[in-house]
T-cell receptor, first 113, second 119 residues
Framework: AQSVTQLDSHVSVSEGTPVLLRCNYS??????LFWYVQHPNKGLQLLLK??????LVKGINGFEAEFKKSETSFHLTKPSAHMSDAAEYFC???????????FGAGTILRVKS | ETGVTQTPRHLVMGMTNKKSLKCEQH?????MYWYKQSAKKPLELMFV???????ENNSVPSRFSPECPNSSHLFLHLHTLQPEDSALYLC??????????????????FGPGTRLTVL
């Protein structure tokens, strides 16, 4: 069965510094991988999606993620954090057959001024 | 985000009440989902509907009763809930449902959620 592990429950960065949110997945096939963001009292918004077209995936708001099969990782990065990036981020893997999503536990990103 | 709407946004109910959550998607999708998001727990899939047919019930207690009258609307009927059912209930939709035969998963688009408190 597929699973996803977000390695940090909380990450704190200063505004203007790089962001790294780590995610490892387990899957016996070529998965779809997603990153979603959830701001307080809001629903989940798609940041980016990987479906094997390219290992480096660019998303909205300057985020990107790199699929590394050998490391079974899909880490989310951003070169320079903004205060508005403060939110909870979820790494997600799909099941075989598609569309049943398995969510990680989430990483809360705090951005300090 | 406005592609999927949910009402009400907040709901407080007693354990003997009956209430319903409503979800509407304006994206022309064929699949709709209910998720439960509890504090300190990963998002849990509850139900999946594909072309109005329920294709997944993830061992959800019968006090939660879904209804999908058409591909654009999804309801979650609630009755005799327990305090541990307090959570954020999220609705989502996607173009195709699970096991549609595609190689990769369709993106799911989420509504803002209903914050439910059971007293």
């Amino acid at each position: 069965a597929q699973s996803v592990t977000q390695l940090d429950s909380h990450v704190s960065v200063s505004e203007g510094t790089p962001v790294l949110l780590r995610c490892n997945y387990s899957s016996s096939y070529s998965p779809s991988l997603f990153w979603y963001v959830q701001h307080p009292n809001k629903g989940l918004q798609l940041l980016l999606k990987y479906t094997s077209a390219a290992t480096l995936v660019k998303g909205i708001n300057g985020f990107e993620a790199e699929f590394k099969k050998s490391e079974t990782s899909f880490h989310l990065t951003k070169p320079s954090a903004h205060m508005s990036d403060a939110a909870e981020y979820f790494c997600v893997v799909s099941d075989q057959g598609g569309n049943k999503l398995v969510f990680g536990a989430g990483t809360i990103l705090r951005v300090k001024s | 985000e406005t592609g999927v709407t949910q009402t009400p946004r907040h709901l407080v109910m007693g354990m003997t009440n009956k209430k319903s959550l409503k979800c509407e998607q304006h994206l022309g999708h064929n699949a709709m989902y209910w998720y439960k998001q509890s504090a300190k727990k990963p998002l849990e899939l509850m139900f999946v509907y594909n072309f109005k047919e329920q294709t997944e019930n993830n061992s959800v207690p019968s006090r939660f009763s879904p209804e999908c009258p058409n591909s654009s609307h999804l309801f979650l009927h609630l009755h005799t809930l327990q305090p541990e059912d307090s959570a954020l209930y999220l609705c989502a939709s996607s173009q195709e449902g699970p096991n549609s035969g595609g190689a990769y998963a369709d993106t799911q688009y989420f509504g803002p959620g209903t914050r439910l408190t059971v007293l």
